[in-house]
């Protein structure tokens, strides 16, 4: 995608400075309707609620189409977890257990902190940060685990038949407290083993080495459609023989699978047209076989449809935690279009050639007929797997290059995601905190709603869908830099045209002011305020982030002699000015260059290069300060959302006659409710 970006998800992009949330909602966190978005603050996340506008404005059937669509994007919520880390869904079950039971005292010191471990848990779908990778180590002790164990009713625990409690607190125990027992969830370190080393469950028993070798057999350099090898499968080791497990119907996941395909099943028979419940046979097809070719034949199809009102994304896609990149998540979305917003990614995709046609890249390396790139707005009915609770601003897929070269790609950005981060950011303190001076702050606030939503359509819609590879090379050279790179790619494509005179020309922006706000926003966050999602001491780890680092770094560095950039000191405060928005414009389009020559060619040891160099260390004495101005702000710097529910309405017949939306406050009894309703695999210690 990748999601936030082909799906990345930008990937999974934020609103680049709208970090956090106040405590307590405030009369700016709310819509003008009293719509409050704010639902509560943890640790360093905050949880907001997105709205459904013009949902009671879709027929019946697509209502009823969203609904089914719905339920098997809630039904897959067990296979993430697993894929996670292997003793995730023991370990949820246990804590669902505990606060479903625990007789002891729930308002002590104890039980509070151990609440705020609970939802965190919740939050990145395992016991490991859904952005740094870390484990979490609980606030609470030990032996206070096990007394919370004891109090609870043991039958609801996940206890194996003659298992005691106390035997199973000392299997819990260094699982969740031992710092350096399965302590990453994706390693990434240079010269680390990177399979052994990850916690995530796409490996068991096996090697870094043992992996690519076993890959490097099933790849053909002369099929010019090559399917996503490895995508869909766990590989372990089986009577010391190395094997693959599909995830398909009967295999593994094979619970989780059936009951999607029981809502996709259902979600056909009310189809918008003949070729979107054609699409969907072929995903149940798919789900029920594990065979790759059925998934591109599933992604041509879905590529191809792209006059439907009610759209979705369900499967195995984006592989941002494996540590190869090449094993996918699952993950699932429902969504509608927007159509008046919709009007503006409408000029981008009609223009689509002309922004491929005058990009900076090596004319080798553009298309020389862009391809069925189909951009829409959409609202989201419902977030699942990997896009829930965190979700994306963007979504670009499919990810298959050989299937963007030949059928093209369907590039969204999510409205209503994007109006909840913007409604419940206004007035937290963020921007004038970090903005170089009030006259800065003033123009963002001005331009920055047009701005990012620009930003996000040109890197969805046409960044993602530029470019294409030299002939024979390998669609996975790049591995793990893989997918910072391509972040890297979409990114800079958006940024080269945000002050082109060509955006007010196509009604796009109101004056050049706009696409300045752009530069400002991505290196003011690039250069110093996206640490503050960095524990003191550590790397950046996650990709999205290693790609705004390495871009605004390397500008940074390569326009030192023209002081095209400058990082100042002012009363003991870091800030970022920009001196030249076009010299910096020509960086972009430099750098852009590269990045394409490095993706177009499988160039592993330059992209390395690339990102260990610019975008992984941080300097610890800037990291403290502003970390400290940070804290100051009682914000969180990272963002989930609570889902809507939908409720069918029956007839006396059980026929759906409508589907009504109803907005929820409790972000813990809807974690809570998805345990105990969807929930199909079992546990395994």
Same mark, same amino acid.
Request: with cysteine.
């Given at each position: 995608?990748?999601?936030?970006?082909?799906?990345?998800?930008?990937?999974?992009?934020?609103?680049?400075?709208?970090?956090?949330?106040?405590?307590?909602?405030?009369?700016?966190?709310?819509?003008?309707?009293?719509?409050?978005?704010?639902?509560?603050?943890?640790?360093?996340?905050?949880?907001?609620?997105?709205?459904? &506008?013009?949902?009671?404005?879709?027929?019946?059937?697509?209502?009823?189409?969203?609904? #089914?669509?719905?339920?098997?994007?809630?039904?897959?919520?067990?296979?993430?977890?697993?894929?996670?880390?292997?003793?995730?869904?023991?370990?949820?079950?246990?804590?669902?257990?505990?606060?479903?039971?625990?007789?002891?005292?729930?308002?002590?010191?104890?039980?509070?902190? +151990?609440?705020?471990?609970?939802?965190?848990?919740?939050?990145?779908?395992?016991? !490991? !940060? !859904?952005?740094?990778?870390?484990? +979490?180590?609980?606030?609470?002790?030990?032996?206070?685990? $096990?007394?919370?164990?004891?109090?609870?009713?043991?039958?609801?625990?996940? $206890?194996?038949?003659?298992?005691?409690?106390?035997?199973?607190?000392?299997?819990?125990? &260094?699982?969740?407290?031992?710092?350096?027992?399965?302590?990453?969830?994706?390693?990434?370190?240079?010269?680390?083993?990177?399979?052994?080393?990850?916690?995530?469950?796409? #490996?068991?028993?096996?090697?870094?080495?043992?992996?690519?070798?076993?890959?490097?057999?099933?790849?053909?350099?002369?099929?010019?459609?090559?399917?996503?090898?490895?995508?869909?499968?766990?590989?372990?080791?089986?009577?010391?023989?190395?094997?693959?497990?599909?995830?398909?119907?009967?295999?593994?996941?094979?619970?989780?699978?059936?009951?999607?395909?029981?809502?996709?099943?259902?979600?056909?028979?009310?189809?918008? /047209?003949?070729?979107?419940?054609?699409?969907?046979?072929?995903?149940?097809?798919?789900?029920?076989?594990?065979?790759?070719?059925?998934?591109?034949?599933?992604?041509?199809?879905?590529?191809?449809?792209?006059?439907?009102?009610?759209? #979705?994304?369900?499967?195995?896609?984006?592989?941002?935690?494996?540590?190869?990149?090449?094993?996918?998540?699952?993950?699932?979305?429902?969504?509608?279009?927007?159509?008046?917003?919709?009007?503006?990614?409408?000029?981008?995709?009609?223009?689509?050639?002309?922004?491929?046609?005058? /990009?900076?890249?090596?004319?080798?390396?553009?298309?020389?007929?862009?391809?069925?790139?189909?951009?829409?707005?959409?609202?989201?009915?419902?977030?699942?797997?990997?896009?829930?609770?965190? /979700?994306?601003?963007?979504?670009?897929?499919?990810?298959?290059?050989?299937?963007?070269? %030949?059928?093209?790609?369907?590039?969204?950005?999510?409205?209503?995601?994007?109006?909840?981060?913007?409604?419940?950011?206004?007035?937290?303190?963020?921007?004038?905190?970090?903005?170089?001076?009030?006259?800065?702050?003033?123009?963002?606030?001005?331009?920055?709603?047009?701005?990012?939503?620009?930003?996000?359509?040109?890197?969805?819609?046409?960044?993602?869908?530029?470019?294409?590879?030299?002939?024979?090379?390998?669609?996975?050279?790049?591995?793990?830099?893989?997918?910072?790179?391509?972040?890297?790619?979409?990114?800079?494509?958006?940024?080269?045209?945000?002050?082109?005179?060509?955006?007010?020309?196509?009604?796009?922006?109101?004056?050049?002011?706009?696409?300045?706000?752009?530069?400002?926003?991505?290196?003011?966050?690039?250069?110093?305020?996206?640490?503050?999602?960095?524990?003191?001491?550590?790397?950046?780890?996650?990709? !999205?982030?290693?790609?705004?680092?390495?871009?605004?770094?390397?500008?940074?560095?390569?326009?030192?002699?023209?002081?095209?950039?400058?990082?100042?000191?002012?009363?003991?405060?870091?800030?970022?000015?920009?001196?030249?928005?076009?010299?910096?414009?020509?960086?972009?389009? %430099?750098?852009?260059?590269?990045?394409?020559?490095?993706?177009?060619?499988?160039?592993?040891?330059?992209?390395?290069?690339?990102?260990?160099?610019?975008?992984?260390?941080?300097?610890?004495?800037?990291?403290?300060?502003?970390?400290?101005?940070?804290?100051?702000?009682?914000?969180?710097?990272?963002?989930?959302?609570?889902?809507?529910?939908?409720?069918?309405?029956?007839?006396?017949?059980?026929?759906?006659?409508?589907?009504?939306?109803?907005?929820?406050?409790?972000?813990?009894?809807?974690?809570?409710?998805?345990?105990?309703?969807?929930?199909?695999?079992?546990?395994?210690?």
């Amino acid at each position: 995608m990748k999601l936030l970006s082909k799906i990345v998800i930008l990937s999974f992009m934020m609103i680049l400075t709208n970090y956090g949330c106040s405590n307590s909602t405030t009369p700016e966190t709310e819509a003008k309707d009293d719509f409050t978005y704010f639902v509560e603050q943890f640790g360093d996340i905050r949880i907001l609620k997105y709205r459904l &506008p013009g949902f009671e404005d879709l027929s019946l059937q697509q209502k009823e189409y969203v609904y #089914y669509l719905s339920q098997a994007a809630l039904a897959g919520r067990d296979i993430l977890w697993d894929q996670n880390f292997r003793y995730n869904l023991l370990i949820r079950k246990t804590l669902e257990a505990i606060i479903d039971s625990y007789s002891g005292d729930r308002n002590s010191a104890d039980y509070k902190v +151990f609440m705020t471990y609970v939802k965190k848990v919740f939050f990145a779908n395992g016991i !490991h !940060h !859904h952005y740094s990778s870390d484990k +979490f180590i609980p606030g609470f002790s030990k032996e206070y685990l $096990l007394t919370l164990l004891n109090g609870s009713d043991q039958s609801k625990l996940p $206890l194996e038949p003659g298992l005691t409690v106390d035997k199973f607190a000392l299997f819990l125990t &260094p699982v969740l407290f031992d710092d350096s027992l399965f302590a990453r969830k994706v390693e990434q370190r240079e010269g680390a083993d990177m399979v052994a080393g990850s916690a995530s469950n796409f #490996y068991e028993q096996v090697t870094q080495k043992e992996v690519e070798e076993l890959y490097a057999g099933k790849k053909d350099p002369a099929d010019p459609r090559p399917v996503s090898t490895g995508l869909n499968s766990k590989v372990t080791r089986v009577k010391g023989k190395i094997a693959e497990e599909l995830y398909r119907s009967g295999g593994l996941y094979g619970a989780a699978i059936d009951e999607i395909i029981g809502w996709l099943l259902k979600a056909a028979t009310v189809a918008e /047209s003949e070729m979107q419940k054609k699409e969907i046979e072929i995903l149940i097809d798919y789900y029920k076989t594990g065979d790759l070719g059925k998934w591109d034949d599933y992604n041509v199809a879905w590529a191809g449809n792209t006059q439907s009102m009610v759209d #979705y994304i369900n499967g195995f896609i984006e592989t941002y935690e494996d540590p190869l990149g090449m094993k996918a998540t699952w993950e699932a979305i429902v969504n509608y279009t927007d159509v008046e917003a919709s009007k503006r990614t409408a000029v981008i995709t009609a223009n689509a050639q002309w922004f491929e046609d005058n /990009s900076p890249i090596m004319p080798q390396y553009r298309k020389e007929k862009v391809t069925g790139v189909a951009a829409k707005v959409i609202n989201i009915a419902m977030l699942g797997g990997d896009c829930y609770p965190a /979700s994306p601003l963007g979504i670009n897929l499919p990810n298959a290059d050989w299937i963007r070269r %030949e059928v093209g790609s369907k590039s969204v950005t999510l409205a209503n995601i994007s109006a909840a981060y913007d409604i419940a950011s206004q007035g937290n303190g963020f921007l004038e905190e970090f903005a170089f001076n009030a006259g800065e702050v003033e123009r963002v606030k001005k331009y920055r709603s047009v701005s990012d939503a620009l930003h996000t359509d040109l890197h969805e819609c046409v960044g993602h869908a530029s470019g294409k590879l030299a002939e024979g090379t390998d669609p996975n050279a790049l591995k793990n830099y893989a997918s910072p790179l391509e972040e890297a790619r979409a990114d800079l494509f958006a940024l080269y045209y945000m002050t082109d005179k060509k955006m007010t020309e196509l009604g796009l922006f109101p004056d050049g002011q706009a696409g300045e706000v752009a530069y400002d926003d991505y290196l003011r966050n690039g250069l110093i305020t996206q640490i503050v999602r960095i524990k003191p001491g550590k790397d950046i780890e996650q990709a !999205h982030m290693r790609c705004r680092s390495m871009i605004s770094h390397w500008v940074f560095e390569k326009g030192k002699a023209e002081n095209v950039v400058e990082v100042i000191s002012r009363d003991s405060k870091t800030y970022v000015k920009i001196n030249d928005y076009q010299k910096l414009r020509s960086l972009f389009g %430099e750098l852009l260059k590269e990045i394409q020559r490095i993706k177009s060619e499988g160039d592993f040891e330059a992209g390395k290069k690339l990102i260990e160099e610019f975008g992984v260390k941080i300097d610890q004495q800037l990291h403290a300060e502003v970390l400290d101005r940070y804290a100051k702000l009682n914000l969180a710097p990272y963002t989930g959302f609570v889902n809507p529910v939908l409720l069918p309405v029956y007839d006396s017949d059980g026929r759906i006659t409508d589907v009504k939306v109803e907005y929820t406050d409790d972000y813990l009894g809807q974690m809570m409710n998805y345990g105990k309703n969807y929930s199909y695999l079992p546990t395994k210690n």
